[in-house]
């Protein structure tokens, strides 16, 4: 793909979905038109997993990247901001392919809740046995 281009790609997590913007750039890195350090405040912890594939690539300042996030909390909105970049990464650069895989960015997360089922507290908890 022509390297200055933007690619559009999504990444998913939990119920969070995040497209993310690609092109090449000097760094500066927005999600829902906000810096990303503003946006994730839950500590370093959190923009640490976002921005993961980056950091493996050590290219974090060589991309421009806009990403709108929307759906679940700030842990699975991360980690749908890290799919995402790391599936335009890839689609940058197909050389940069096996070393996403060899981290597991490209793989999509699948663990989803469990839905609570009927004569449930939960999805598995049950009520409390009384012997009388």
């Known amino acids: 793909m022509a390297k200055d281009n933007s690619i559009w790609t999504v990444g998913r997590r939990k119920t969070s979905i995040a497209r993310a913007n690609l092109k090449s750039g000097s760094g500066k890195i927005t999600v829902n038109k906000q810096d990303i350090n503003t946006y994730i405040t839950a500590g370093a912890g959190k923009i640490a997993i976002a921005l993961k594939p980056l950091d493996v690539l050590e290219s974090r300042n060589k991309f421009d990247i806009a ?58 908890r049950g009520t409390q046995f009384s012997k009388r």
């Open 67 to 124: 990403i709108n996030v929307s759906g679940g909390g700030i842990t699975g909105q991360a980690g749908a901001i890290a799919h995402a970049i790391s599936r335009a990464l890839s689609k940058f650069d197909e050389k940069l392919r096996p070393t996403l895989k060899k981290e597991g960015l490209l793989t999509r997360d699948n663990r989803m809740v469990e839905r609570k089922k009927y004569g449930k507290h939960k999805a598995r």
